[in-house]
């Protein structure tokens, strides 16, 4: 027979999960998915469905690490297709490098490059940054056009939409073929133990 003390425990964690489940729910913020492992995505978008004016930058910033280890990349897409990678492997400064490589998109990849923001909700989510985003650790944010309207993802996106974020961050990362990120992890690794003290 149940102590008189168990009824009353069982009873308030009943209470707890249905007080749970109703604010899952009727919540107002995005539903989470799980972050996007890669951005090899296969869209089944027209070309004549990516706006002309389609463009996306993408920046992605180490956190506050002491030279010559923090380092800061942009990837940009413009509407034409060429994709620019610029990748700065220290604190900018006059005597800091600037490498950039090049890749041209075929009207279909941008077509399938647009369907895949699309699906994350680049141009439907407002996006909004944390309250007293955490300091030091790596950050990204991310800006682009469609159709006249320009949204901004702000770093350090509220925890529902992080994995949206990310997956955003996946589709931009993956436009760069892997030997070429490999290259210049490997110009880095160069430049750190050229400047290390």
Do not use: K
Request: contains cysteine.
């Amino acid at each position: 027979m149940p102590s008189t003390h168990a009824l009353p425990r069982a009873l308030f964690m009943f209470t707890a999960l249905l007080s749970g489940l109703a604010c899952a729910l009727f919540r107002s913020e995005p539903p989470v998915q799980p972050a996007t492992p890669t951005a090899a995505r296969q869209i089944d978008r027209p070309s004549a469905d990516r706006p002309a004016d389609f463009t996306v930058s993408y920046t992605w910033a180490e956190g506050s690490l002491p030279p010559p280890y923090h380092y800061t990349y942009t990837i940009d897409v413009a509407a034409d297709g060429t994709v620019t990678l610029t990748y700065t492997p220290d604190y900018a400064g006059p005597d800091v490098p600037v490498w950039t490589e090049t890749v041209s998109l075929t009207d279909d990849q941008l077509a399938d490059l647009y369907g895949a923001v699309n699906l994350d909700g680049l141009f439907t989510t407002d996006w909004f940054s944390q309250d007293g985003p955490p300091v030091g650790g790596s950050s990204f944010w991310l800006s682009a056009t469609a159709n006249g309207v320009d949204v901004q993802v702000p770093a350090y996106v509220i925890p529902a939409q992080r994995p949206f974020a990310d997956g955003l961050a996946a589709s931009m990362n993956a436009l760069i073929a892997p030997a070429t990120w490999d290259a210049l992890e490997a110009q880095r690794q160069q430049y750190i133990t050229e400047h290390s003290q």
